[in-house]
């Protein structure tokens, strides 16, 4: 297939923004089901006036489930997301290809940085639904109402995995041993300053 934007009928490249691959109709019970096999961060979204949205935390970004509904002579505004089946980030879609056994893009695409995917693996098999940063991933997520906010989000998403890249090889499955952090008494007030006087 190489680069052409379409990956053996399950996933293509979305317009609405660079790291952003849309799930073709056909494949998402297939990715759905994968979904609800893992121990992922989730987060939805039941808003009246907003698409109900499900997203769940994966790798550098994640899967977003949009549903919008509206009455049929209100046409939809022109930054609404469409209903479907997003994958955002670079990383969550080069895992779902692998894990679902689609054979993938051989280079890099455009704008894509370099990953390991066996250190991908490595990592969405130590995720935690629990996690603080893996909820927060979840929950950002869930507020893409819409395409600019979509597009924000997998901008800040990209961003943030650019700072902190996934390194290869199995010392970056492992958290290297160091002094455990000093727990900061956030139930006391300080000593000093506006509260104590």
């Given at each position: 297939?190489?680069q052409?934007?379409?990956?053996?009928?399950?996933?293509?490249?979305?317009?609405?923004?660079p790291?952003?691959?849309?799930?073709?109709?056909?494949?998402?019970?297939?990715?759905?089901?994968?979904?609800?096999t893992?121990?992922?961060?989730?987060?939805w979204?039941?808003?009246?006036?907003?698409?109900?949205?499900?997203a769940?935390?994966l790798?550098?970004?994640g899967?977003?489930a949009?549903?919008?509904w509206?009455?049929?002579?209100?046409p939809?505004?022109?930054?609404?997301?469409?209903?479907g089946?997003?994958?955002?980030?670079?990383?969550?879609?080069?895992?779902?290809?692998?894990?679902?056994?689609?054979?993938?893009?051989?280079?890099?695409?455009?704008?894509e940085?370099?990953?390991?995917?066996?250190?991908?693996?490595?990592?969405?098999?130590?995720?935690?639904?629990?996690?603080?940063?893996?909820?927060?991933?979840?929950?950002?997520?869930?507020?893409?109402?819409?395409?600019?906010?979509?597009?924000?989000?997998?901008?800040?998403?990209?961003?943030?995995?650019a700072?902190?890249?996934?390194?290869?090889?199995?010392?970056?499955?492992?958290?290297?041993?160091?002094?455990?952090?000093?727990?900061?008494?956030?139930?006391?007030?300080?000593?000093?300053?506006?509260?104590?006087?």
């Amino acid at each position: 297939m190489g680069q052409s934007g379409v990956w053996v009928g399950l996933f293509r490249r979305s317009p609405l923004a660079p790291t952003v691959f849309e799930v073709l109709p056909g494949a998402r019970p297939r990715v759905r089901a994968w979904l609800a096999t893992q121990r992922v961060a989730t987060a939805w979204t039941r808003d009246p006036h907003a698409p109900a949205l499900e997203a769940w935390a994966l790798a550098d970004g994640g899967v977003l489930a949009v549903a919008r509904w509206a009455r049929a002579e209100v046409p939809a505004a022109a930054d609404a997301l469409p209903s479907g089946l997003l994958v955002v980030g670079f990383g969550a879609f080069r895992l779902l290809t692998a894990v679902l056994g689609v054979p993938r893009p051989t280079r890099p695409l455009p704008g894509e940085p370099l990953s390991d995917l066996d250190a991908l693996r490595r990592a969405h098999e130590a995720a935690s639904a629990c996690s603080p940063d893996e909820i927060e991933q979840a929950e950002l997520l869930a507020t893409c109402v819409d395409r600019p906010t979509l597009r924000w989000v997998a901008a800040a998403l990209a961003a943030a995995t650019a700072s902190r890249p996934l390194a290869a090889g199995a010392a970056a499955a492992r958290p290297t041993p160091g002094p455990a952090p000093r727990p900061s008494p956030r139930d006391r007030p300080p000593t000093t300053g506006t509260l104590a006087g």
